[in-house]
Nanobody
Framework: VQLQASGGGLVQAGGSLTLSCVASESIADTLLMGWYRQAPGKQRELVAHVTIPTSTYYAPSVRGRFTVIRRNAENKVYLEMHSLKFEDTGVYYC??????WGQGTLVTVSS
């Protein structure tokens, strides 16, 4: 499977963005679909994931602000991001089972 992430961009603090990740094949049987991010000079970190059927996990730093949505019929996973903060800036990667990775999409939050 190949993953293609999109939706990043420049947004002011307090704003919203929705990231999309489309898979090249069905994700219906993929146990975990998720999002990681990597800020400049920092290690990649888990943001959120959704496992079969609909169990979700969020990093404490994004809980209550981000929502991960999995749509198997579309072969897509989304990350809705609200109340964005400067520290949310980074390259966001989608992943399938933490083994296959998309190319990343850059989110820049201006303060």
């Amino acid at each position: 499977v190949q993953l293609q992430a999109s939706g990043g961009g420049l947004v002011q603090a307090g704003g919203s963005l929705t990231l999309s990740c489309v898979a090249s094949e069905s994700i219906a049987d993929t146990l975990l679909m998720g999002w990681y991010r990597q800020a400049p000079g920092k290690q990649r970190e888990l943001v959120a994931h959704v496992t079969i059927p609909t169990s979700t996990y969020y990093a404490p730093s994004v809980r209550g602000r981000f929502t991960v949505i999995r749509r198997n019929a579309e072969n897509k996973v989304y990350l809705e991001m609200h109340s964005l903060k400067f520290e949310d800036t980074g390259v966001y990667y989608c992943t399938a089972n933490q083994r296959v990775w998309g190319q990343g999409t850059l989110v820049t939050v201006s303060s």
